[in-house]
């Protein structure tokens, strides 16, 4: 029990470290990207739309893991790129993040991206051979990042709106730009 409690945190540590770094460009720019677009006083439709993001994010990664879903890395961090030009452009037409089903299955839809993207991570670490104990391990990393990052993007992000007292339409469509034009150079850079 006691190996398999230090695989878990291992594993655990592994993926948490990895996402929250910069070596993850494209999950945490996306992350990043969607904790910025809530408001402090809707944390109902923030939990439901991160649960949903977390969800499609297990189920890419299982799917995956499983060979089920198999990409190339480069169709993967071309997905990746078009995901956050689709959150970008998703901002961008949507200036009131409401959780409602349409919403919901956006984000679980990112998410199944995101989570394909971290299988080939996880699969590169640790080898093609699944392991129970890392698998849960890794993927609680992984939520705790998400957690942390969009929850860290929202403070920061309802911070800066309170210090500059800047308008939110404002705000959110400045925000949505940056990421469609990130997005964009990141699909030009890996469709070439």
Same mark, same amino acid.
């Given at each position: 029990?006691?190996?398999?409690?230090?695989?878990?945190?291992?594993?655990f540590?592994?993926?948490? /470290?990895?996402?929250?770094?910069?070596?993850?460009?494209?999950?945490?720019?996306?992350l990043?990207?969607? &904790? %910025?677009?809530?408001?402090?006083?809707?944390?109902?439709?923030?939990l439901?739309?991160?649960? *949903?993001?977390?969800i499609?994010?297990?189920?890419?990664?299982?799917?995956?893991?499983?060979?089920?879903?198999? $990409?190339?890395?480069?169709?993967?961090?071309?997905?990746m790129? =078009? %995901?956050?030009?689709?959150? @970008?452009?998703? /901002?961008?037409? !949507?200036?009131?993040?409401? *959780?409602?089903?349409?919403? #919901?299955?956006?984000?679980?839809?990112?998410?199944?991206?995101?989570?394909?993207?971290?299988? %080939?991570?996880?699969?590169?670490? +640790? &080898?093609? /051979?699944?392991?129970?104990?890392k !698998?849960? @391990?890794? /993927?609680?990393?992984? $939520? *705790?990042?998400?957690?942390?990052?969009?929850?860290?993007?929202?403070?920061? %992000?309802?911070?800066?709106?309170?210090?500059?007292?800047?308008?939110?339409?404002? +705000?959110?469509? *400045?925000?949505?730009? =940056? @990421?469609? &034009?990130?997005?964009?150079?990141?699909? #030009?850079?890996? +469709?070439?």
């Open positions: 029990m006691d190996l398999n409690m230090n695989m878990i945190f291992s594993s540590q592994t993926s948490f /470290n990895y996402l929250i770094s910069i070596s993850s460009f494209d999950h945490f720019l996306i990043l990207f969607v &904790g %910025s677009i809530f408001h402090l006083k809707n944390p109902k439709s923030y439901s739309l991160i649960l *949903a993001l977390i499609g994010s297990s189920i890419g990664f299982v799917l995956s893991n499983l060979n089920v879903l198999n $990409f190339s890395s480069s169709s993967i961090k071309l997905a790129a =078009i %995901s956050f030009l689709a959150i @970008g452009i998703h /901002n961008m037409l !949507s200036t009131n993040i409401i *959780a409602n089903a349409i919403r #919901y299955n956006f984000f679980a839809l990112i998410g199944v991206v995101i989570g394909i993207s971290l299988n %080939s991570y996880f699969v590169r670490i +640790y &080898g093609s /051979n699944f392991s129970f104990s !698998s849960i @391990g890794f /993927n609680l990393g992984i $939520f *705790a990042a998400y957690i942390a990052i969009t929850l860290s993007s929202l403070l920061l %992000s309802n911070l800066l709106l309170l210090i500059f007292k800047m308008e939110k339409k404002s +705000y959110y469509l *400045a925000i949505s730009g =940056i @990421g469609i &034009g990130i997005s964009l150079v990141l699909i #030009y850079l890996r +469709y070439k």
